[in-house]
């Protein structure tokens, strides 16, 4: 079972905003994308860094801590860790790539919905 939770207003959002929400204690990433608005998990998977703090480029989203990028529309991983060195390598290696989670999202008038899972 899931239920649909508002989670912000469509004025709140100018084009390529992003914004942490809290929703059944769990942090979520909201994003305008154009016209549409995406929401994922707001943790990096890497090492727990929050995505609503990196930066937005389009549909990407890059964490501010290593630089790993994901894309809001899917959640998958674009890149995983930035860099070249031996720390970029060791990382690669001892955590692989995951993606993010991404949730439903929905417009009921001004109301902006997503979808999250009741076991949450």
């Known amino acids: 079972m899931s239920s649909w939770i508002e989670v912000g207003k469509t004025d709140e959002f100018?084009?390529?905003?992003?914004?942490?929400?809290?929703?059944?204690?769990?942090?979520i990433l909201l994003v305008r994308v154009g016209d549409n608005y995406?929401?994922?998990?707001?943790?990096?998977?890497?090492?727990?860094?929050?995505l609503s703090l990196g930066r937005l480029d389009g549909a990407i989203v890059t964490c501010p801590r290593h630089g790993s990028q994901f894309d809001v529309t899917d959640g998958n991983v674009v890149q995983w860790l930035k860099g070249t060195g031996l720390l970029t390598t060791l990382g690669k290696m001892f955590k692989s790539p995951r993606p993010i989670s991404t949730y439903p999202v929905k417009l009921e008038d001004d109301r902006i919905m997503?979808?999250?899972?009741?076991?949450?």
Not at 39 to 47: E, F, T
Not at 114 to 120: E, H, L, N, T
């Open 14 to 27: 100018v084009k390529g905003a992003m914004k942490e929400v809290v929703v059944k204690g769990q942090e």
């Open 38 to 50: 995406y929401a994922s998990d707001n943790r990096c998977p890497h090492m727990g860094g929050k």
């Open 114 to 120: 997503v979808q999250i899972p009741d076991s949450m």
